[in-house]
């Protein structure tokens, strides 16, 4: 059974909504069926669109020839990157940084001169339906001059590697903006690249020479993907006037309308993006695909047109997370104490620039207190697909290096591993190795928690067994946030919110408001508004929502609170400081009788006054970031390299939990990410860069069948940043996971797993390997 | 007065200088201090006016989302660091 | 465009008529034909289970069986699993247990579980890991879908024994 302990750190506020386990308010549609998500949407006239993607991982795309598919019939319209305009891409250009450089955007949607992956979206057609595309996209003549790709950092990064971008320039410093392309005139080459920074803090020659241990390792990553279930679809309708509408799911309606008036080169006042449901995006789901395609396409028949990827498109043609290439010393002395650590990281970005470098690279040794630093990363393009932002971007690589590393140090010096993180825990004034120091964490509580846990101290009998622990750290994100709520003449509240809903974020929201206003979460009714109808919301990511958009609802309630509060004292003709609400009714401080319930004022609005609107934008700081700690029990089976999961619980600093069922299933879905990332998941590719694995039978997701329960532990360090103590939950739960897994084959074979995925056959050869060592030693 | 910490990747600019004190009360008077002691540094932090879309200050600790309006107090701490995307649950 | 095919079949116990093309699968006519968008496509080839339904009984991936082969059939989708006057006791504990968060697989899930608590509603966690390993979530982690089908059939246990 799941355990939930809640450990008080502080004496807690007394909530009423706040911490409860309401049912969701968006649940009954979506047991249903009646939810609608980004492919149920069916429009009178519609078309159907398809995307023709490149079959070469490296490749001139020396012409298109469009005629055949055209003439046939049921066709409407063929479009190519020739039917953009074209950013220059030079740096001046440039608009929020690598991610966005319009150039690498536009030419990610449809390629432009070079097809850069297998799977690059070369082309795509509008037909009647999507047999009729299909058909089409064979009719389409595209003629290739095939270059040798680059699959792999180090080979992109040797001399005389195949270069991707012939104008991009290493920007080997963090402040000049990543994946800049030179100026035409500039005769330099280009270089694969794409950026180079460090972080340096204290003595590393005095910290090393203090150690009495020293470990360094070499790891290696493949690349994985988000793998949510619901794949792309965007439908688009572009009016005669000039103003489009895009019904799509995503991660952030105002960061898909901002992108496709970019790259359609459009005001984006002409764009109106409707957020449908959204079937799972784990970042993947935060940059544009489809929707420039659907509207264009739209444009050119007048008709509204849908284009959905298959499941091999969504594998080959939107982003996974880096794999990558990571280098890590570290020292430590007998008593436990980190003296001193260096790291190389090297992330591959795919075939544009902008892979999670940076992040891993600070997050890398977040969770401890280290005097003496030095990190570098690396961004590097190679021939595969554009990497997309992946819960917790680049930190779940950086810490499953970092926490083996710290896991063989406390093995070598004999220190119980939790101690050892203990005795060099980062906490409240720890400056980090970037240079700023934290705010209140919950590292040290967690770690306790688990040292307390009854899975840590429970025995692990039984041979190939092994028990593993590794810690987590994630900054979290916050943003700009909207949201606006109407009071209804039956005392509920129509919220809307621009944060598109994940997993269970409306309640999380809602809840909010409910606990100001005295009133149950189920008065209070949320929906998700389009970009016409709510403020400027930033993408639901970096675990954002529940803090940033839970502090626009909690505002909000705050003015609808001081309205009622008005018109209350004006009803009652009294002053308004005389009056006060409580658990849901308005009263007068010294007259008893003087008594309103939200419901009764509620219905008394429109007669003594007009309704009640509350409103909030904000952009609030003070996120907290998160830590969490996983403890995991595995047994290998010496025979086949497979391992089993026996056991795993998850803790976690939360903050304050809003609503704690929900925060519990993000940390197990993330745990279960991992324990996916750890022992199964990786793109395969064949030496011409042609993944050979897009399907979920050949690319393997946990299944119910290969896990165990995820026991969680909730503890609470209230994020004194926020107003309920909220701290993002969303993405940390995904770090830990694959050294925890690792550290506990180490302790179940005596072997230390350094590359992942620890599939059934590296295991096998790591195994073997050890077995060889052994003899020949 | 506020502590401003030089990041390692720029040191060669400041002659390995770490970090300086000097009064300021918001980022942009922290920017104009720097550009006073180390002529041509500005030009790494601030483009157009703005902060760098790609760089994030924390003052004590947090990241702050104010930019160049952001307000430092006498005793703060101020860091120029890469911004981080986020990748949501 | 190919020649469409008349198809008699019955589906959430209605008896319809409908034209579809030889090449459309089931998942297609229910989505694109019949516009019952509950059924999801996730994967279009039989990994995912996110469209899953019942025909005559038996638990299948829509989109493997073509929609012509539908005619003379009786199809149980999600969006005849709820009662007309409330939940199915296996959409109240999945909402009771937060057993979905994106929801985008909760379809294909409720109708597996159906299947299998209809004839064992006993299941023990074991059979039902078992059963639902064609059914993929991402967000779950699967903990509380397990526990869900688990109350879903103690539900359904004492629902069967209070009418015998």
């Known amino acids: 059974m799941a355990v939930t302990t809640v450990s008080t750190v502080e004496e807690k506020p007394k909530y009423k909504v706040v911490g409860t386990r309401p049912i969701r308010h968006d649940g009954l549609e979506k047991v249903t069926g009646q939810a609608r998500y980004s492919a149920d949407i069916n429009l009178p006239g519609m078309l159907h669109g398809k995307v023709l993607r490149s079959p070469h991982a490296h490749a001139v795309i020396k012409s298109i020839d469009t005629s055949r598919a055209l003439a046939l019939p049921g066709v409407e319209a063929v479009m190519t990157s020739a039917d953009l305009p074209q950013p220059s891409g030079r740096v001046a250009d440039l608009g929020e940084g690598a991610m966005m450089n319009p150039k690498f955007l536009s030419n990610n949607t449809l390629a432009s001169g070079k097809a850069l992956y297998k799977g690059h979206a070369v082309a795509a057609v509008a037909a009647v339906s999507q047999h009729v595309a299909e058909e089409a996209l064979s009719l389409i003549d595209v003629e290739y001059e095939v270059l040798p790709p680059v699959l792999n950092a180090l080979d992109a990064m040797k001399e005389g590697a195949p270069i991707l971008h012939e104008r991009l320039f290493t920007a080997d410093n963090p402040f000049v903006r990543p994946g800049g392309l030179r100026d035409d005139a500039d005769p330099e080459g280009g270089s694969n690249v794409a950026s180079r920074f460090v972080f340096e803090m204290g003595d590393l020659e005095k910290g090393f020479a203090e150690a009495d241990v020293v470990v360094e390792r070499e790891f290696r990553t493949k690349a994985v993907h988000q793998g949510y279930i619901e794949p792309h679809s965007a439908t688009a309708m572009w009016n005669r006037d000039g103003h489009v ?50 509207a264009w396409l739209s444009k050119k028949t007048g008709r509204p047109v849908k284009v959905s990827m298959s499941r091999q498109e969504v594998f080959e043609g939107t982003g996974p997370t880096s794999g990558s290439f990571m280098k890590v010393k570290m020292g430590a002395t007998k008593d436990g104490r980190i003296t001193a650590t260096t790291a190389s990281l090297i992330y591959e970005a795919g075939a544009f620039p902008g892979s999670p470098i940076n992040p891993g690279v600070q997050c890398m040794f977040g969770p401890y207190d280290i005097a003496n630093g030095r990190v570098e990363g690396y961004d590097v393009v190679i021939n595969t697909q554009k990497t997309a932002a992946y819960r917790a971007p680049g930190a779940p690589a950086a810490a499953y290096a970092a926490e083996s590393v710290i896991d063989e140090l406390a093995e070598k010096l004999n220190i119980d591993p939790i101690d050892f993180r203990v005795r060099n825990v980062a906490k409240e004034g720890t400056r980090r190795l970037t240079g700023p120091v934290f705010p209140k964490i919950g590292h040290l509580e967690t770690l306790e928690a688990a040292k307390n846990h009854p899975h840590w101290n429970a025995p692990l009998e039984g041979p190939n067994r092994g028990r593993g622990i590794a810690a987590g750290f994630w900054f979290n994100g916050s943003g700009p946030s909207s949201a606006t709520a109407s009071v209804s003449q039956d005392g509920t509240v129509i919220l809307v919110e621009g944060s598109p809903d994940i997993g269970g974020t409306r309640a999380a929201v809602a809840m909010q408001m409910a606990e100001v206003l005295g009133i149950p979460a189920e008065d209070v009714h949320p929906s998700v508004g389009d970009t016409d109808s709510i403020g400027f919301t930033s993408t639901t990511g970096g675990s954002s929502v529940a803090f940033k958009t839970g502090w626009a609802s909690y505002e909000a309630a705050q003015d609808i609170k001081g309205q009622m509060i008005e018109r209350v004292a004006y009803i009652w003709d009294v002053s308004a400081e005389d009056v006060e609400l409580t658990h849901g009714v308005f009263h007068h401080k010294s007259d008893p009788e003087l008594r309103f319930t939200f419901k009764e004022l509620a219905g008394l609005l429109l007669e ?28 290998v089976d010496p025979e086949t390299g497979k391992t089993e999961v026996l056991r795993y619980t998850a803790l976690q600093d939360v903050g304050k939990a809003v609503h704690p069922s929900y925060v519990e299933g993000q940390i197990q879905g993330g745990a279960v990410q991992g324990i996916g990332w750890a022992l199964n998941e990786e793109y395969f590719f064949d030496e011409e860069g042609r993944m050979t694995n897009s399907s979920f039978l050949d690319y393997r997701m946990p299944t119910s069948l290969d896990l165990p329960m995820i026991d969680t532990v909730l503890v609470e360090v209230p994020n004194p940043g926020h107003p309920f103590g909220v701290r993002g939950v969303g993405e940390v739960p995904i770090v830990p996971p694959m050294a925890a897994i690792a550290n506990a084959i180490k302790a179940a074979t005596g072997v230390r797993m350094t590359n992942l995925p620890m599939s059934p056959g590296e295991v096998l050869k790591s195994l073997w390997d050890d077995e060889e060592g052994k003899n020949a030693g | 007065m506020p502590r401003v910490f030089i990041p390692t990747m720029l040191q060669p600019l400041t002659e390995g200088v770490q970090e300086v004190e000097f009064e300021a009360a918001n980022v942009r008077q922290v920017v104009q201090g720097l550009e006073e002691r180390f002529p041509g540094i500005g030009q790494w932090l601030v483009e157009d006016g703005r902060i760098k879309p790609n760089l994030a200050v924390a003052i004590d600790g947090e990241t702050t989302s104010m930019g160049l309006l952001a307000k430092v107090g006498p005793d703060s701490e101020v860091h120029f660091i890469p911004a981080i995307a986020g990748g949501g649950e | 465009m190919s020649k469409k095919i008349h198809v008699q079949t019955n589906i959430n116990g209605s008896d319809i008529d409908l034209l579809c093309e030889s090449r459309q699968s089931l998942l297609e006519v229910l989505r694109d034909v019949l516009n019952m968008t509950g059924t999801k496509e996730g994967c279009n080839d039989g990994n995912c289970g996110a469209c899953s339904v019942i025909v005559d009984g038996r638990l299948i991936d829509s989109c493997l069986m073509l929609g012509v082969e539908a005619e003379g059939k009786q199809i149980t989708t999600i969006e005849g699993v709820a009662y007309t006057d409330g939940l199915h006791p296996i959409q109240q504990a999945f909402l009771e247990n937060a057993a979905l968060q994106c929801g985008i697989c909760t379809p294909g899930f409720i109708v597996a579980a159906k299947a299998l608590l209809e004839e064992e509603p006993e299941a023990d966690e074991a059979r039902i890991r078992h059963w639902l390993a064609g059914n993929l979530c991402r967000c779950t982690g699967y903990d509380k879908i397990v526990r869900a089908v688990l109350d879903a059939g103690k539900t359904m246990t004492a629902q069967s024994k209070s009418e015998s």
Request: one cysteine or more.
């Open chain 1, 608 to 635: 003594t006054g007009g309704p009640i609107v509350g409103r909030a934008a904000v952009n609030p700081e003070g996120v907290g970031s998160a830590i969490a700690v996983h403890i995991a029990d595995v047994e």
């Open chain 1, 245 to 294: 509408t895009i019904w799509c799911s995503s991660q952030g309606q105002f960061a898909m309308r901002d992108q496709s008036a970019l790259i359609l080169d459009i005001p984006l006042s002409q764009i109106k993006v409707i957020p449908l449901e959204i079937g799972g995006g784990f970042g993947g789901k935060t940059l544009v695909y489809l929707e420039p395609v659907a």
